[in-house]
Each structure stands twice: as structure tokens, then as C-alpha cells.
């Protein structure tokens, strides 16, 4: 059976939402969010602290969050997982969760990016406050200006996306999440995805990393 069990990696800001909809598409697994999952449980008092300020929800609330989700019957041929691991301890957990379940990993991307890169796009950033979509202003507008391309629906700017925040998650990435990197490479299932190319080259190494480096008999003919 074809498992594609993935994560997608990456600063804030580094595209991850773009690539989560083509990945999620052309291997036809779930794209799990964790800023969706979070968003739509925003008005917990508890959650909503963590969001208004742009600091990292707890790790034992995300890990409750995301393993409730991944027993969900639409995650048993593959998920696509995006934000999430963000600490050494979620990926802990992750890896204990699947191994019950006879599963692993299959395949991280890391998208890497430049911090002046990743500044300048979360600034022109604008999203679909309802199914998701991601847009830049200059680099992927939407069709009509300031409407969604997928459902139509208003685009808007993102809260978090100010200097002062970007800076402040950047910093929190660079503490806690990126010493996840070392963690994979120790396991040999991450790809690092030059990130400052376009969309389209972006997906392109993601494919053929997974092409190159998972074996499922069949799949790539
Ligand atoms: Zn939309």
C-alpha cells in the first residue's frame, strides 16, 4: 500500500502553504495545517492568548491537536503535515504516535530561505481568511486583486504579519525549530529545498527528492 507520510519544513514566510496544495494534489494525501487546525479552535480563551501575540501555542496542546487529526480515516494512506514538528519534542511524539501504528516518516522537505527573503514576502503576504489560499502581491497575485483565486472570497493581511512579529517568530524558528533539521538528518529522511526559486522549481525538487529517495513499488512506474 502507498504510505507518503510527509512533512513539510521551513521558516515562516518560506511558501510552505503553496507547496502543502500542489504536494497535498499530486500525491493525493491530506494536507494538514497546524495554523488551520489552531485558527479553527481560535476563540479557546487558552489559544487565543498564544495567537494575539504571535508566541508558539504549548507543545502538549499542538501534540493533542495534531494526533487527534492523524486518526482521522482520511490520514491512513498518507498526510502531508505543515508546522508541525516544531520542537524536538513533537517530533518525538510524532515518531512514537506512528510507530504504533507500524508507520514513519516517509520524507521531510525543508524549504530553506533567507531571512531578508522571508521578511519581504510575509510582508506582501495576503490570505484567504476562508479556505486558506496564499498570495504575494508581487511574486503570485491573485487573478482579480484582493480576492481569492480557489473560493473567491475577500483576501486579507495576516495579523502576525508585521516586522515585529515576523521578528519574533523568526527568532522562535531559529531556537526551536530548526534544531529539528539535525534530528532528521540523523534519520536520513530530510531533503533541503532551495526555497528562493520560483513556485514551480520549488515543487519540482520536492518531486524529485520523493522520486529519488522513496521506494513504493509502482508508484513512479
Ligand atoms: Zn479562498
Redesign the pocket.
Known sequence: MKQFNFILFGPPGAGKGTQAKTISSKFNIVHLSTGDMIRETKDDPVLSKYLVSGQLVPDEVIVEIVMKRLQKEDCKEGFLLDGFPRTIFQAQELDSFLKKLSRRVSAVFYIDISQEEIMKRLLRRRV?S????SFNIELNPPKQEGF?D????KLIQRKDDNIDTIKERLCVYEKQTKPLIKYYEEKGCIGRIDGAVSVDKVFKQIEDFVKNNIKIEGYFG
Open positions: 484567504c476562508k479556505c486558506g489560499g481569492c480557489f473560493c473567491g472570497e
